[in-house]
Nanobody
């Protein structure tokens, strides 16, 4: 059974930092591209950042220079370091695992990030 379990969300003041983690089980983690998505109330889910099996990363323009995605294949975990957080970063953040070229695509349950003073 595939599981992606996110953690690390919470309430933070503007300008603060959070580190999200996503622990995967039930998949060969190293062959999956990993991504972080977010969905704010009333908005569509959007891609925040991704990291390929080879370690190439990509970011949404809105988070470039503030967020960093990384992966630890030994721990089957992907991280999202979020710095200089803004109120507009408030959303539910979802972890995604995708085996490129196949239909294998999995989602975590989401973790709430709230940026507010």
């Amino acid at each position: 059974q595939v599981q992606l379990v996110e953690s690390g969300g919470g309430l933070v003041q503007p300008g603060g930092s959070l580190r999200l983690s996503c622990a995967a089980s039930g998949i060969i983690f190293s062959i999956y591209a990993m991504g972080w998505y977010r969905q704010a109330p009333g908005k569509q889910r959007e891609l925040v950042a991704y990291i390929t099996t080879g370690g190439t990363t990509g970011y949404a323009d809105s988070v470039k220079g503030r967020f960093t995605i990384s992966r630890d294949n030994a721990k089957n975990t992907v991280y999202l370091q979020m710095n200089s957080l803004k109120p507009e970063d408030t959303a539910v953040y979802y972890c995604n695992a995708h085996w490129v070229g196949t239909e294998y695509n999995y989602w975590g349950q989401g973790t709430q990030v709230t940026v507010s003073s």
